[in-house]
């Protein structure tokens, strides 16, 4: 009976009002959803939540202080309860059949118990994650009806790629110099995989007022370079949507660098403030070049197609990244160690001909992670920009080569705007 003072009663009443809310949250959703669909019977709403969470973290208290197996019991019967009650309305066919809102139930029984238990912000954040999933119902079988096989295969490809392949890798350098551990190279690969996915899944999945420009600026998040290359062939045979084609590209190269302060981060935070000035300024000039030849070079007409993105989740280009990746890393710390800060801007720069994150990965990594730590802030942010600017220059030439001539000059102005701005600031702080 001694465990009956392990909370004091402020904190038992702190905890029984807590669950009562959190089933209230719950069963106001419920009772809406219904009301709203114009099913009348049996609805299930608020006060019938707020008795549930309370069984839940009453039972619970009942387990802790004096019936360890009550709670298994408590939750049995009221499983039982369920059961009944929705085998009752299977048969009498007065009610739209599901299980939606049974499953709810026993989740607030259990929200309810790890309440008392003292998890009570793991308790909000599921009854909250709980009541959003009921409130895009819409929502959700909206997307799950876009949702195709690929869709499905790039998903199951992703969890393959972070939960299969990552947890059996060694987490430690496999060779006598130390510089290849193929734990952290695939941490990298999952890393650029995730953010090509979120692209993909948003250009997808939410539809955005603007056009063909928008969907270039959230293909940013899956490569820039791509968008570049893609919009400068579509260029050539659409030539009513060069306008917005070419403002795609140059959303695409402006999103570019937030996208890379987003992987600078992840990997270690000291290289984003020597960062964020140079880039934002690379963004404001991509964004003025943007909005300067939109305003002028708008076209009038429009054609109604559309664009995809190929799905950015592919075993075989995750290991073809990570092979670039670990080769650049290496490539790096080798011309850093033999020809100094000199040698890692020269990798920098021909690295971002070809694959600008995993140049921006390693010297992330050379900055942040390594020890002893050869390569300081102002260096690493230096090298970075001049992978950029590099990467700039590289799709202005794709767009030389492959766009149109009405798209040559917008984009080719944008993006030399853009790499102008990156070498005067190196210029200014070397």
């Known amino acids: 009976m001694g465990v009956q003072a392990q909370f004091p009663p402020i904190q038992q009443l702190y905890l029984l009002g807590i669950a009562v809310l959190l089933g209230g949250l719950i069963g106001l959703e419920r009772q809406f959803s219904k009301t709203d669909t114009g099913l009348q019977e049996a609805i299930i709403g608020v006060r019938t939540f707020v008795f549930i969470t309370l069984l839940g973290a009453l039972s619970a208290m009942i387990s802790s202080i004096y019936l360890p197996w009550f709670i298994a019991v408590a939750f049995a019967g009221m499983s039982l309860v369920v059961l009944s009650r929705y085998v009752l309305m299977a048969q009498s066919g007065e009610a739209e059949l599901g299980i939606t809102t049974e499953i709810t139930m026993l989740l607030a029984f259990l929200i309810g118990s790890i309440t008392w238990w003292g998890h009570v912000q793991l308790a909000i954040a599921l009854a909250v994650a709980v009541t959003l999933i009921l409130t895009l119902k819409a929502e959700l079988h909206h997307w799950t009806e876009k949702m195709g096989s690929g869709d499905i295969r790039a998903i199951l490809k992703f969890a393959i790629l972070t939960f299969v392949i990552l947890p059996v890798l060694p987490n430690r350098a496999i060779d006598k110099w130390g510089l290849f551990n193929p734990f952290e190279v695939w941490i990298m690969v999952v890393l650029v995989s995730a953010l090509g996915f979120i692209g993909y899944l948003l250009l997808k999945f939410i539809r955005l007022r603007g056009g063909i420009e928008w969907a270039g ?10 968008a570049a290359l893609s919009f400068s062939r579509r260029s050539n045979t659409s030539p009513k949507m060069v306008a917005s084609l070419a403002m795609g590209v140059l959303l695409a190269c402006t999103i570019m ?37 939109w305003r002028r070079y708008r076209a009038r007409g429009y054609e109604g197609k559309t664009f995809e993105f190929r799905n950015p989740v592919e075993i075989g280009a995750a290991i073809t990244f990570g092979i670039i990746f670990a080769t650049i890393r290496i490539a790096a710390i080798l011309a850093e160690q033999h020809f100094g800060h000199n040698g890692l801007f020269i990798t920098a720069a021909l690295s971002g001909l070809a694959e600008l994150d995993a ?10 992670l390594s020890e002893p730590n050869t390569v300081s802030a102002e260096i690493g942010a ?6 950029t600017v590099s990467n700039s220059v590289v799709k202005a030439g794709i767009v030389a080569m492959l766009g149109s001539r009405r798209m040559k000059r917008p984009v080719i102005a944008g993006l030399g705007a853009m790499a102008i701005v990156g070498t005067i600031y190196l210029l200014l702080i070397w």
């Open 217 to 226: 600026a959230i293909g940013g998040l899956i490569s820039s370079t791509a």
């Open 382 to 387: 230096k090298a970075i920009i001049i992978a």
């Open 257 to 293: 660098f937030p996208r890379l302060l987003i992987i600078v981060a992840v990997v270690g935070h000291c290289l984003v403030k020597p960062l964020l000035l140079p880039f934002a300024l690379m963004v404001f000039a991509g964004a003025a070049a943007s909005l300067l030849w």
């Open 359 to 368: 140049i921006v990965l390693s010297i992330a990594r050379m900055v942040c």
